[in-house]
């Protein structure tokens, strides 16, 4: 099995930084796309951020120039640098991951973490 742990959430003040970590771990053939969503109470969960096993990255717009993702590949690690938050970036943050698992090489499946509350204080 398969479990994602993540880490570093908390509470901040606007302007403020956190830095997210999610750790894949278990029986693990391969890692493509590595994700953070976000869901805020009554709405649906969206993407934040996600990178490939190449490095290639995208974001929601409203993130854009705030928040950066990383991944270390060794370590089946993702990151997510939160920069100059906003009180609208508080929700529960949930880290993604396609994962491939024996015997199924070819076969990806998404896999979440349990979620991490971030909270911006205005």
């Known amino acids: 099995q398969v479990q994602l742990v993540e880490s570093g959430g908390g509470l901040v003040q606007a302007g403020g930084s956190l830095r997210l970590s999610c750790a894949a771990s278990?029986?693990?053939?391969?890692?493509?796309?590595m994700g953070w969503y976000r869901q805020s109470p009554g709405k649906q969960r969206d993407l934040v951020a996600a990178?490939?096993?190449?490095?290639?990255?995208r974001y929601a717009d409203s993130v854009k120039g705030r928040f950066t993702i990383s991944r270390d590949n060794a370590k089946n690690t993702v990151y997510l640098q939160m920069n100059s938050l906003k009180p609208e970036d508080t929700a529960v943050y949930y880290c993604?991951?396609?994962?491939?698992?024996?015997?199924?090489?070819?076969?990806?499946?998404?896999?979440w973490g349990q979620g991490t509350q971030v909270t911006v204080s205005s």
């Open positions: 990178i490939t096993g190449y490095g290639s990255s």
């Open positions: 993604n991951a396609e994962i491939s698992t024996p015997p199924h090489t070819l076969v990806l499946a998404d896999y």
């Open positions: 278990g029986n693990i053939i391969s890692i493509a796309s």
